[in-house]
């Protein structure tokens, strides 16, 4: 049923807009650990990937929705203290994801050429334009996007992705199954 889901998403987004203004406002779930947030003590990629949803549902709504002032003004102020809290996550990944989600959107929506250029040209500003705000309000994350980027440093997780990407070649056909995954 469309209006159930569209009820269960604008719940999703605007819960995230009232956990973020809390901590935005009031400090609320704040602690704050080597410079990420862990809001109500939740892991910071968790919440990163969970600003990323809200943020895509968003995005998808002033897309697909004919466009009216009024929207866009509502949606500006709930993107607002969401994207503050993707960036205090700290999350590299879910930037990434962010990023790479939006352009998959936009290539991937039945719109015509020209809506869809201008929207990837808005798009790579916006980008552009979260990447500096970082870099200016945030340092140290700005230092983790800047060691990913020169360094291909994955915090910690490479030995992970390089164990993953073996499995993957020795059992590509029939996989390992979860027993296979178990240390032994």
Same mark, same amino acid.
């Given at each position: 049923n469309k209006k159930i889901l569209e009820g269960l998403l604008s719940t999703y987004?605007?819960?995230?807009?009232?956990?973020?203004?809390?901590?935005m406002f009031f400090g609320i779930g704040e602690n704050i650990?080597?410079?990420?947030?862990?809001i109500f003590g939740e892991n910071p990629n968790l919440?990163?990937?969970?600003?990323?949803?809200?943020?895509?549902?968003?995005?998808?709504?002033?897309?697909n929705n004919k466009f009216s002032i009024k929207r866009l003004i509502i949606n500006g102020i709930l993107l607002i203290p969401i994207t503050?809290?993707?960036?205090?996550? #700290?999350?590299?990944?879910?930037?990434? $994801?962010? @990023?790479?989600? /939006?352009?998959l959107m936009l290539v991937l929506i039945k719109i015509n050429f020209v809506k869809k250029f201008a929207l990837l040209?808005?798009?790579?500003?916006?980008s552009l334009y979260l990447i500096s705000f970082i870099?200016?309000?945030d340092p140290e994350f700005g230092r983790r996007i800047e060691s990913s980027?020169?360094?291909?440093?994955?915090? #910690?997780?490479?030995?992970?992705?390089? $164990?993953? @990407?073996?499995? /993957?070649?020795?059992?590509?056909?029939?996989?390992?199954?979860?027993?296979?995954?178990?240390?032994?």
């Open positions: 987004v605007y819960s995230l807009f009232l956990m973020s203004s809390l901590n650990i080597s410079g990420r947030l862990f919440t990163g990937m969970k600003t990323v949803i809200a943020i895509l549902i968003i995005i998808a709504r002033l897309i503050n809290l993707l960036i205090f996550s #700290g999350s590299r990944g879910a930037l990434l $994801s962010l @990023i790479l989600a /939006i352009v040209i808005i798009g790579v500003f916006c870099n200016t309000e980027i020169k360094k291909g440093e994955m915090a #910690g997780r490479g030995h992970l992705w390089e $164990s993953a @990407i073996r499995i /993957i070649e020795d059992n590509f056909v029939f996989g390992v199954g979860t027993p296979g995954l178990l240390p032994s």
